[in-house]
T-cell receptor, first 112, second 114 residues
Framework: KQEVTQIPAALSVPEGENLVLNCSFT??????LQWFRQDPGKGLTSLLL?????REQTSGRLNASLDKSSGRSTLYIAASQPGDSATYLC???????????FGAGTTVTVRA | KAGVTQTPRYLIKTRGQQVTLSCSPISGHRSVSWYQQTPGQGLQFLFE???????NKGNFPGRFSGRQFSNSRSEMNVSTLELGDSALYLC?????????????FGPGTRLTVT
């Protein structure tokens, strides 16, 4: 059974600081990994999708890396802004499966 | 292009009742998945449908069921509601039947059971 862990559970940083969010998974036979953002009481917004054959993906201030062999992914958010305050979730899809296994999320607060 | 839509957005039901939630995927998306989100258990997979066929089911009791229609719209039903069924129910769609495609989530239906 795929277990996904996100550390830390919560993070508070001053505006302008870079954010580093970690995700680890137990089964390295993944098909892809997806990072999401969730605002309180809302649905999930997809940020980045990394296929198992990729090492990283970038979108604007966001960069996600994937190390399948060690079961880790890291989401970097450069020059954080108060609008980045949200919960960030990582989810992995195991090869041949149709479901996403989610971590518990990291709740980020960016202080103005 | 319109995103994933879910109706209703909020629902209050009493223990023992049943409820039906609806999900309309992004146009052209044929795969629809359902997830339950609670503070204690996080996001848990319920089931996934593709071309009206359930391809995968999570570890939920038989009170939870779903279906998909020929236009890819999906419904999930929960019978004999329990207090523990209070949760945010999220629907996600993806482009095709292969496992590699990006998942897009709707805003969710907030179900409160009293």
């Amino acid at each position: 059974k795929q277990e996904v862990t996100q550390i830390p559970a919560a993070l508070s940083v001053p505006e302008g600081e870079n954010l580093v969010l970690n995700c680890s998974f137990t089964d390295s036979a993944i098909y892809n990994l997806q990072w999401f953002r969730q605002d309180p009481g809302k649905g999930l917004t997809s940020l980045l999708l990394i296929q198992s054959s990729q090492r990283e993906q970038t979108s604007g201030r966001l960069n996600a890396s994937l190390d399948k062999s060690s079961g880790r992914s890291t989401l970097y958010i450069a020059a954080s802004q108060p609008g980045d305050s949200a919960t960030y979730l990582c989810a992995v899809r195991v090869s041949g499966d149709y479901k996403l296994s989610f971590g518990a999320g990291t709740t980020v607060t960016v202080r103005a | 292009k319109a995103g994933v839509t879910q109706t209703p957005r909020y629902l209050i039901k009493t223990r023992g009742q049943q409820v039906t939630l609806s999900c309309s995927p992004i146009s052209g998306h044929r795969s629809v998945s359902w997830y339950q989100q609670t503070p204690g258990q996080g996001l848990q997979f319920l089931f996934e449908y593709f071309s009206e066929t359930q391809r995968n089911k999570g570890n939920f009791p038989g009170r939870f069921s779903g279906r998909q229609f020929s236009n890819s719209r999906s419904e999930m039903n929960v019978s004999t509601l329990e207090l523990g069924d209070s949760a945010l129910y999220l629907c996600a769609s993806s482009l095709a039947g292969t496992v590699g495609y990006e998942q897009y989530f709707g805003p969710g239906t907030r179900l409160t059971v009293t």
